[in-house]
């Protein structure tokens, strides 16, 4: 296949490797967030645990990823098997909504300042340079584009609780038809032409 050089493949799989990691943190964060504030769902289910096999999900962890590295699309992004919650086991449940929604971006943000810091250490070692550059980049896309309020995504529930009951409930027929309207969104290049300008801000921040 044409540009399948080592060189690619080598860092195709060290960008694949920082976005496992980066998607499983995030899953995780929600999960144990959701514990904090009083649902055990997720740690009964065994999902609060960096061993990948339970948050892999076959389109989002593997297919799209594959084929967004296949095809040189030039960003790297999936998501993991969500992890369950039960909001009536919150404690508050409009806080612990927002913080268990919330946790998700939060995590990846925290994640791209963990690298970012890596990268300003300037190792000598230019497999970490190169996986602390993946780190930063992968993690800021993945917090800006799980904040898109599009359902499923973490941003959905974020406004849902922001809106008036009436257009919450009207908002919450677009549930069905989310993941569409996201590939919809992705392929037209709208998706990019709303986040990439975000995407630039922070990372001109953290990556200097």
């Keep these: 296949m044409p ?59 593997i297919i799209l990823p594959l084929l967004l590295l296949m095809t040189h699309a030039g960003i790297l992004f999936g998501w993991a098997k969500p992890v ?3 909001p ?27 690298f970012s810091v890596l990268l300003r250490l300037g190792l000598e070692n230019q497999g970490l340079m190169q996986l602390a550059y993946f780190g930063v980049s992968i993690n800021i896309y993945l917090a800006l584009f799980n904040l898109i309020p599009i359902p499923p995504l973490d941003g959905s529930h974020i406004l849902a609780l922001l809106l008036p009951r009436e257009l919450a409930r009207l908002y919450s027929y677009l549930q069905p038809v989310g993941f569409i309207l996201i590939l919809v969104l992705f392929y037209t290049g709208i998706m990019g032409a709303i986040l990439m300008p975000l995407y630039r801000q922070i990372a001109m921040i953290m990556l200097g």
Excluded: C, K, Q
Aim: aromatic residues 8%.
């Design 3 to 61: 540009g399948m050089t080592l060189p690619y493949l080598l860092e195709a799989a060290l960008m694949a490797v920082v976005l496992l990691f980066s998607i499983i943190i995030h899953e995780v964060a929600h999960g144990y967030v959701a514990l904090l504030n009083g649902d055990p769902t997720a740690r009964i289910m065994g999902r609060i645990t960096l061993n990948p096999v339970p948050h892999i999900d076959p389109v989002g962890t």
């Design 84 to 86: 369950p919650v039960n």
């Design 88 to 114: 009536l086991n919150y404690r508050n449940y409009r806080w612990g909504e927002f913080a268990v929604s919330a946790a998700g971006p939060i995590s990846n943000l925290a994640l791209a300042a963990i």
